[in-house]
């Protein structure tokens, strides 16, 4: 979770408008747009981890029938195929909470009759990659809504 002090729209539009990330998240490469637009949309997403490059595909959905919304990616293509993010933000007096929520389960490989994939998932993908995108992320958008980068003055 990352407390963030500004509007919770300001907030939610630079999370939901990732086909304008590579612009503002210098750790993303290319977002692409593969389908649909609006709250419904495919895109083929690119970024780095340090060096290491990433590619993945994923449908995005923004819900906003709560009292705010959620913004939610269902992987359908990478090495996280199958994972499930979402974005929730918590308003509190004069600031909003925001939370990525990842749900990795997968079912790769298989050796023997154990699936080896939820240990490389935890120990791998999850903190040395996930986890690493996901807080640049947040700590990128925290910077221009609260005004500490330079590249977008108040």
């Given at each position: ?67 705010t ?28 909470d ?21 240990a ?16 640049k ?18």
């Amino acid at each position: 979770m990352v407390r963030m002090a500004g509007p919770l729209d300001e907030i939610v539009q630079f999370a939901a408008d990732i086909e304008k990330w590579p612009e503002i998240l210098p750790h993303y490469r290319w977002v692409k747009l593969l389908d649909g637009g609006g709250d419904s949309k495919v895109v083929e997403m690119a970024a780095r981890r340090g060096r290491i490059p990433v590619k993945w595909r994923a449908k995005q959905e923004i819900r906003r029938d709560g009292p705010t919304p959620v913004i939610h990616f269902h992987h359908i293509w990478g090495g996280t195929r199958g994972m499930e993010v979402d974005w929730l933000f918590d308003p509190q007096h004069d600031a909003v909470d925001v939370t990525i929520q990842h749900d990795f389960q997968p079912l790769w490989p298989v050796v023997g009759k154990t699936f080896i994939g939820s240990a490389i998932a935890n120990h791998i993908v999850g903190p040395q990659f996930v986890s690493a995108i996901a807080g640049k992320t947040l700590a990128t958008i925290k910077d221009i809504v609260e005004g500490r980068d330079p590249r977008f003055p108040r």
